[in-house]
């Protein structure tokens, strides 16, 4: 194992940040055209620039080839200028040029194949310079711990700390809103660093404190780290809730920070932060007698001090010590604040300074004003290093804070020991070098086994130098280590190294964290890749006297050659060989061999003579330098690889063991045929192609490297077998089985070789079963051939050691066969299930039996309780067998459709009663069937004889019955067959009430479906018990119904009319139509409820006052006994439909006509879109019990009615009488014709507004003249006779027709363009009053004016019958007769 590098994160948008930057100093006169486009577009420049580019080649191919020769020139260097920072956890990286900046965050990404990788998108762009003239001179961003007690490691968030050449110092959240600004020194900001919390790794080490330092040429700042988190918290939390509330935000308060002046030095240009350090004794008094002579006096404690080195000329390198308390943090800024605060009024001095009633003018004239600098503390130099020709560039402290690297301008990197101050190492030739570090710790492998294992881990550490002159990477062990790496690299290359981790983190907080954080990356700016340094610890260590340099150099070696994939097997095997051999550490040679059997393509040959090999050698030692766990896995992984070899032998022979016909096995067929057809359906059903991967086939073999990752040998030498995952472990069973069950195979010797392998018959009879069910379609091919291979597979396992326990209790079930039952029990399978059940059933009689006459006495008892729960199981599973084969027919072409629903006897059972007609009324609605179909379909099954006759004529022979017949026939039978199995669980009513429910429950989820709630109550009109109906039909109203109803009627009430589609859709959550027939369900479903709750009063007696006063119905009518069939009695689960419904209390019946009222109301509202206030067609009392539980009683409307109610309800009954006739005009223009039975043009429509004037109080006769009024104004003067007969006040319709008449007249001879010359000199001859009379009549009243004069004589025939001889209007019916006979005279 050696140095990697390793590529983790990818940026992806390169030229947008390029362009972001130097957009300005771009002269493309295309940039400069888009320059408006891309700030107002979304950044699409990757994918744009090939989709684009074709389309400008073809326009200029020469502008085109400039710019791609100024992006190879510009794709390097321009990064040069740049300032970078890459948080330590490379979630954040910021790129900063001049006065512009760009962050850019992690993303996570999936590429083609399926993997996700990491890249940085920008997620923020802008200007960071507020100060005229100024730019950004350095960046580094911080993360901040999170406070949550769950955090494990990760930051909460990151802080940008940017500054810049004006002086001031800014602090930025990752979308790049400020948080904090301040002006530190009127200079330019160096360089910004930043030293966070490290654990200890030895005790006396001193903790350092968390410590922000801002280097300016003449001075350095100091921000305590403690104060620095709570600072940015505080004000990140303030800018949240400023940006929530939609306020200003506060301006906060500056920090405290420590200044020095660092003197005795020419020039200064980077420095160091080392921390806090004491000195020893001896070190106190040499420095003493340094500075202060030979009397020079001591000080009993030495104190301690900050450490800080800088890098620059005159000298070189400047050591500097700060002791602690020597400088108070400056807190001039809050005082200079509270002073101005103070010299206003105090309460708004104190409301301004808490942010309430914020002058901005005063805040913007203090903005304005530069903040006071405070004067820094002197700080003299200790020592330095001097070379007067020699100017520092960089220093790069190490994590052990013991050492640092610099660079300088004679291309020399220096190696400084900073508790000696001297220099101790120096490399030549890395001109414009950067630096980093990497501290990597020791894995615990290697010290496994050795008796100090308490020691603390050690670390190593190495030196990274990136040369850019010579595009190289190099590493170096510390001190004086060799380089143990090198990478060629490019030459604009930046190496990002942080120095620091999370903020906040203290000893407490971070116990148990993993902070995933990378030390050293660098940044390609031509690839955009971001790469990481992988260093070895075994590196750090002596080559020559590493052994385990040695085994990781060989254990390397072993891992390349096992990838490798055109070596030849002989040549695997003999490298394989003399590398375990040569591997020294038991740990690591241990480790080379797990990954050698866990190889893909070793092939199994090799795999067992190395590991024999490895095995005898191990056996040669003596036994005390033998590792005990290497030598375990030798012996169990060849015990493995023999029986795989042994098992691929038994089932590659060519001789297979001819299967002798069993006795036990005689009568097979005779039971098998009672449920032969039902087979041969599920067979036909479950046959259809589906898509599946290669590699999950059950046919693909079996690797030796599978077999042994699930196989394992325990302590004692058995073998036990790892349920990793269901598809492991079914190819595990078809390896070593299938060959068994097809008959390939030999069935004894397959079991005994398992058998003294030593694994346990209960792993290898789970096994067979799955196998068996897995391929269920293969069993039932070869139904004949696999049904006795498996009879005789299982004889072959019981009769092994442990199956069958000789003190098993005859009292009880034996666990062997339960584990077949419980098997079968669970799987979806039903066709494999039972096939292996009636299989199991008859080995398990033959072995009980022959257990039995082993014995002196019989045991009667517990071959029976076996026996019985064999019959239940085989019963079970042949009407679940029945139940799956009609759940598999596929829905016709249109369907709603879905997956189709498996069962199992578990299934079924935890269902609870209802489940078995849960699962058919799932299949009725995928089958979208009609309930008149179901209904027909069910109601049928009384006719037949037997469950086996029904079943034999479902399953039927497809070449003799089943060619000719439709599908809906084969469905119907089918359905027959399953309700003949459950007779007492799919009874019609419970099988209609789950259906009905299914589909309400439909509709519920997609409303916009009104047939679903229309088929819904349709099944419930088919259910014949009032209890289960009324019980259904208020769980649905309560649950589903009334709150939509009530939207629907507040919706309406809102805006006095029929609702326009959008604002249906917006409030009730459907459209206008589907609201429609939703209300028309509505009135169906309360019609239901009131029918059913006449049924029971009128069963309870004769009293006509009862459904006035009575609140629910008592239970005089018995109520239906629900039972379940006697297999199925173990049903333990959620309560049915049915039982549900037969707890439901009754309703009150004048709350339910209330509602069925207003519901009637709304559905002619939306039939016929009138306008309407529904709600205020009540009083007080009928809004007050609108929606309300249905079970109880409500204070309702009684006595007369507000007249002027009466007259608003009349006004809207007349005009949904009008619409009516309005319809009904397009579709029956002859009386012959059908109306259709729904829709706005239906017959019922005028006998339900006369029912509705009933109950709201509204004459009916009133009603009826208008609607005879309305036919006859509509021209449909055949349907007003038929009307007309049910009139009572026959002189106040005659009135109204007279008038009618009189128009009709008034539009043939006054209004008509083809007036006749005979019409004319009829005029001319009437009387004048009948003349009058006609001149003052209007007919645009008419509808229909130009109705045949037939027509208009039969109407004046009708009056004249109607009306009596010595009405008032009599003699002016006379003459209209004899104008009218003249007119049909002439015509």
């Known amino acids: 194992m050696s140095c990697s590098l390793l590529e983790f994160c990818r940026l992806q948008e390169l030229k947008t940040v390029r362009d972001l930057l130097f957009k300005s100093q771009e002269s493309d006169p295309e940039d400069e055209r888009s320059h408006t486009e891309n700030e107002l577009s979304w950044d699409t420049s990757d994918w744009e620039s090939t989709w684009d580019g074709d389309a400008k080649e073809e326009e200029s191919t020469t502008a085109t080839k400039q710019v791609e020769d100024r992006d190879t020139e510009q794709s390097g260097p321009w990064m040069q200028e740049c300032v970078l920072s890459l948080s330590p956890c490379s979630d954040l990286l910021v790129v900063a040029h001049k006065h512009k900046a760009v962050f850019l965050s992690a993303k996570w990404l999936t590429d083609g194949s399926g993997k996700e990788e990491m890249t940085l998108a920008t997620t923020w762009s802008g200007t960071l310079s507020t100060e005229e003239g100024e730019s950004v001179s350095s960046v580094i961003c911080v993360p901040l711990a999170s406070q949550k007690r769950s955090s494990t490691g990760r930051p909460d968030w990151t802080c940008v700390v940017v500054g810049f050449t004006s002086g001031y110092v800014r602090f930025y959240t990752e979308n790049g809103v400020l948080l904090l600004a301040q002006l530190l020194q009127e200079d330019k900001v160096l360089r910004l660093k930043c030293r966070t919390y490290e654990i200890p790794r030895h005790p006396g080490v001193t903790e350092q404190p968390e410590e922000l330092s801002i280097l300016y040429p003449a001075a350095l700042v100091t921000i305590d780290g403690f104060s620095l988190f709570q600072s940015l918290r505080a004000c990140r939390n303030q800018v949240a809730r400023a940006a929530a509330a939609g306020s200003d935000v506060i301006q906060p308060p500056p920090l405290a920070y420590k200044k020095w002046a660092l003197q005795e030095m020419d020039s200064i240009v980077d420095h160091s932060s080392v921390g806090i350090m004491t000195l020893c004794v001896f070190d106190q008094m040499k420095n003493a007698s340094i500075l202060g002579g030979f009397h020079a006096s001591v000080k009993g404690n030495p104190p301690a001090m900050s450490q800080y080195v800088t890098v620059g000329a005159g000298p070189y390198t400047g050591f500097y010590y700060a002791v602690e308390g020597s400088s108070q943090p400056l807190l001039s800024h809050v005082a200079m604040a509270v002073a101005s605060k103070l010299t206003s009024a105090l309460f708004n001095a104190a409301s301004g300074w808490l942010g309430w009633n914020k002058n901005k003018n005063e805040d913007e004239a203090v903005q304005k004003q530069k903040p006071k600098v405070e004067p820094a503390t002197p700080l003299g130099i200790r020592f330095g290093l001097p070379d007067s020709r020699r100017h520092g560039e960089s220093i790069c402290l190490s994590p052990c804070n013991t050492l640092a690297g610099v660079t300088d301008d004679f291309g020399r990197v220096t190696l400084l020991d900073l508790v000696r101050g001297i220099a101790i190492r120096m490399w030549k030739g890395y001109r414009d070098a950067q630096l980093g570090w990497l501290q990597v710790p020791e894995e615990r492998v290697d010290r496994e086994f050795s008796p100090s294992v308490a020691r603390p881990k050690r670390h190593a550490l190495f030196l990274v130098i990136y040369a850019p002159r010579r595009g190289i990477l190099e590493v170096w062990a510390m001190q004086q280590g060799p380089r143990v790496g090198a990478f060629t690299v490019g030459k604009h290359c930046r190496l990002l190294y942080a120095g620091y981790r999370l903020m906040g983190v203290n000893s407490v907080t971070s116990q148990g964290w993993q902070l995933h954080t990378q030390q050293v990356c660098l940044l390609d ?419 037949d004889d037997s469950g086996e006759e029904a079943e034999q004529k479902a399953g039927g022979d497809p070449e003799e019955k089943g060619r000719s017949q439709a599908d809906t026939d084969s469905t119907a039978e089918l359905l027959t067959a399953v309700c003949l199995r459950f007779p007492q669980s799919l009874s019609p009513d419970l099988l209609f009430a789950h259906s009905s429910w299914e589909y309400v429950v439909q509709w519920n989820k997609d409303p916009e479906e009104g047939r679903y709630l229309s088929w819904a109550v349709e099944h419930l009109k088919l259910i014949s018990s009032p209890h289960i109906q009324l019980g259904i039909s208020t769980m649905m109203w309560s649950t589903f119904i009334v709150k939509r109803f009530s939207t629907a009627a507040f919706l309406m009430e809102k805006v006095g009319k029929a609702p326009k589609d959008r604002l249906c859709r917006r409030d009730v959550g459907m459209g206008d139509k589907a609201m429609t027939s939703f209300l028309g369900s509505c009135v169906q479903l309360l019609q239901i409820l009131m029918e059913v709750t006449e049924v029971l009063f009128r069963d309870q007696g004769h009293l006509s006052f009862i459904r006035f006063y009575a609140d629910s119905a008592v239970e005089e009518v018995s109520a239906p006994e629900l039972s379940v069939e006697e297999v199925w009695c173990g049903a333990d689960g959620p309560a049915s439909i049915a039982e549900l419904a037969l707890d439901q209390r009754g309703v009150h019946f004048p709350l339910v006509q209330h509602h069925f009222l207003l519901a009637s109301l709304l559905h002619v509202a939306m039939t016929f879109s009138l306008r309407v206030k529904p709600l205020s067609l009540f009083d007080s009392k009928g809004k007050n019990a609108f929606f309300r539980d249905l079970t109880t009683i409500q204070l309702m409307p009684s006595g007369d009615m507000d007249p002027g109610l009466i007259s608003l309800r009349q006004e809207f009954l007349m005009r949904a009488l009008v619409g009516w006739v309005q319809a009904i005009d397009d579709v029956a223009s002859t009386p012959s014709t059908p109306l259709p039975a729904t829709g706005p043009t239906a017959d019922w429509w005028p006998s339900l507004c006369l029912e509705l004037g009933v109950l709201l109080q509204v004459n009916p006769d009133i009603l009826q003249r208008h609607l005879v009024c309305e036919l006859y104004n509509q021209g449909l003067d055949v349907r007003a006779e038929e009307m007309m007969l049910e009139v009572e006040d026959k002189d106040v319709l005659g009135s109204q027709l007279l008038v009618l008449t009189g128009q009709r007249l008034c539009y043939s001879l006054l209004h008509s363009q083809s007036q006749t010359q005979a019409a004319m000199e009829l005029l001319a001859r009437l009387p004048p009053t009948l003349c009058t009379w006609l001149k003052a009549m209007d007919p645009s009243e008419l509808r229909c004016p130009m109705v045949p004069l037939a027509q208009t004589s039969r109407l004046v025939g009708r009056l004249i019958e109607m009306l009596p001889e010595n009405h008032a209007q009599y003699s002016l019916a006379l003459h209209l007769l004899e104008a009218v006979d003249v007119l049909t005279t002439e015509d």
């Open 525 to 943: 700016p031509t690839t955009g890749a971001l790469r990481t340094v992988n260093v070895p610890f075994h590196l750090a260590l002596s080559d020559k006297k590493s052994e385990r340099a040695k085994d990781m150099h060989l254990m390397k070696k072993i891992t390349t050659l096992l990838r490798s994939r055109d070596i030849k097997p002989d040549v695997l095997e003999n490298e394989a060989r003399s590398v375990l051999l040569d591997i020294k550490h038991p740990a690591i040679k241990k480790q080379a061999l797990e990954s050698l059997l866990s190889a893909k393509d070793a092939p199994v040959s090799c795999l067992t003579n190395v590991t024999r090999a490895l095995s005898e050698t191990l056996k040669q030692q003596p036994p005390e330098e033998v590792d005990g766990a290497l030598h375990q896995l030798c012996s169990s992984q060849l015990k493995l690889l023999q029986l795989y070899v042994d098992i691929q032998e038994l089932h590659s022979a060519e001789e297979s063991q001819a299967s002798s016909v069993n006795d036990s096995l005689e009568g097979f067929e005779e039971e098998l045929s009672r449920v032969a057809s039902t087979l041969q359906s599920y067979a036909q059903l479950t046959s259809k192609p589906s898509v599946s991967f290669a590699q999950d086939s059950p046919d693909s073999p079996l690797s030796a490297q599978a077999f042994l990752s699930q196989i394992e040998c325990t302590v004692d030498g058995e073998l036990k077998i790892n349920e990793k995952s269901n598809a492991e472990w079914k190819k595990l069973g078809n390896f070593l089985f299938w060959g068994c069950l097809c008959g390939k195979s030999p069935i004894h010797k397959v079991c005994g070789t398992l058998q003294q392998a030593g694994i346990s018959p209960q792993q290898l009879l789970s096994l067979l079963l799955s196998v068996w069910l897995q391929r269920e379609k293969e069993v039932l091919q070869n139904s004949a051939v696999t049904v006795r291979q498996l009879h005789t597979l299982l004889l072959s396992l019981s009769d092994m050691k442990g199956a069958i326990e000789d003190s098993w209790d005859p009292q009880s079930v034996s666990p062997w066969w339960q584990q077949v039952r419980s098997t079968c029990i669970q799987t979806n399978n039903a066709a494999a299930a039972l096939l292996a059940a009636l299989v199991t059933h008859r080995a398990a009689k033959a072995s009980i039996a022959a257990r039995a006459d082993s014995k002196l006495q019989s045991e009667w008892e517990a071959v029976s309780l076996e026996l019985e729960q064999w019959v239940v199981c085989v019963r079970q599973l042949e009407d679940v067998l029945v139940l799956q084969t009609l759940l598999l027919v596929p829905p016709p072409q249109g369907a709603a459709g879905g997956a189709a629903a498996h069962c199992s006897i578990k299934v079924l059972l935890e269902g609870g009663t209802g489940g078995i007609a849960d699962s058919v009324s799932k299949w009725v609605f995928r089958q979208n069937m009609a309930p008149e179909k179901l209904r027909e379909i069910v109601l049928k099954r009384n006719a």
